[in-house]
């Protein structure tokens, strides 16, 4: 089978997508990536790329084909700029490539804009087209921009319908996606859950080979991803200095990059609370189950709103997998899911209170019970989550597609 895969993210780039196709092309695919240039979340073309250099090139066992776009930067003018580029130069692409294929899979994480290229090539190729939605729009853009324009949402709209109604199955992370969905109009039939699976390398089985964090007598809490505007970490700030005052040593640790990170570190410094909290730069994927391990708990947090509370953050699953207990600052449907699981206390978002009584109570448990929650969410990762067992549900669905 020949599988066309459109993501406007990719390696190198720290994207699960990159997992997916990798793994594809081990089960015996054919897999051709159609990608831009990669520049997130840093702004600029990595080293080594741009628009003359590198544009194809194979990466374990994956073609990958880097369409020409404007860099993100860092400004909505940039970042519209951005995402405009990647449908010009796929409209351009997926019209005049002489690309083959059996089926086409989009992968949306925002924008959704660059699902357009997995329906125009689906199109002229007639062949099946996967939809996988990460992200709704166009309440997501509404959420994170905050922009209230019925002009642009009606575009945005008539982008989305495009896309569902010219996508043979929609695939969804959050169970929530469905109804919200299926509102527009498109088939039920149609749409299927498919949660993002945690990597096997996330089954930590022997410990970390070190401690990585420090052994100072401090509850280390771990968050690993991207520092934005919708995980809402500026929480944290008024948490510690309730903890402080409280004399309870914590440490929330902070593994990643984003656009938020520096604001971050300023309010921290300014605030005296620099032993609360710690900086650690993005690291490779593999290296996180080490720093979990080293931690006593994982923190899932995002800001208020009803789109994040239909969310299933895919850090979920890889803090499940890992068996760490976590302490979550969510709505909806993770919250419920931690709930369900007794993988760990849960607060309402933006509650300050309410997290700093939760992680109070962390401090208080027992080894015996804070162990009792990471198995409790390991079993469950291993039964729901594990890659093995997804990766043969979109196989069959795929080719069911295919054979009809």
Known sequence: MRIVVITQYYHPESMRVTDLCETLAQRGFDVVVVTGIPNYPQGKFFPGYNWFRKRQEVVNNVRIIRLPIIPRGHNFFLLSLNYISFVISGWFFTHFTHLEADIVINYEISPITQCLLGIWFGKRRKIPVVSYILDLWPESFKEITKIESKLIEGFLNKIVDKVYNNSDLILTSSRSYIQSISKRG??????????????????????????????????????????????????????????????????????????????????????????????????????????????????????????????????????????????????????????????????????????????????????????????SGNAYAKRYFEKDRLMHELEDSMQKLIGE
């Open 186 to 375: 498109i088939d039920k039939d149609k749409i299927k859950f498919w949660p993002q699976y945690a990597e096997d390398f996330y089954f930590l089985k022997d410990g970390p080979k070190e401690r990585l964090l420090p052994n100072d007598g401090r509850l280390f809490i771990t968050f690993t991803g991207n520092i934005g505007v919708a995980q809402g970490l500026d929480l944290l700030v008024p948490v510690s200095t309730e903890l402080k005052s409280r004399g309870i040593p914590i440490c929330f640790v902070l593994i990643g990059d984003g656009r938020e990170k520096a604001r971050l570190q300023e309010l921290a410094i300014h605030e005296d609370l620099t032993d609360y909290f710690l900086f650690v730069e993005k690291q490779p994927a593999e290296r996180i189950p080490e720093y979990l391990a080293s931690s006593d708990a994982s923190l899932l947090i995002l800001k208020k709103s009803i789109i994040f509370s239909m969310t299933l953050p895919a850090k979920l699953q890889t803090y499940m997998a890992c068996g760490l207990p976590i302490i979550a600052s969510v709505d909806g449907e993770a919250k419920e899911l931690v709930m369900q699981t007794k993988t760990g206390y849960v607060a309402a978002t933006e509650d300050v209170p309410g997290l700093v009584n939760i992680i109070t109570a962390f401090k208080n448990l027992s080894p015996d019970e804070r162990k009792a929650m990471g198995l």
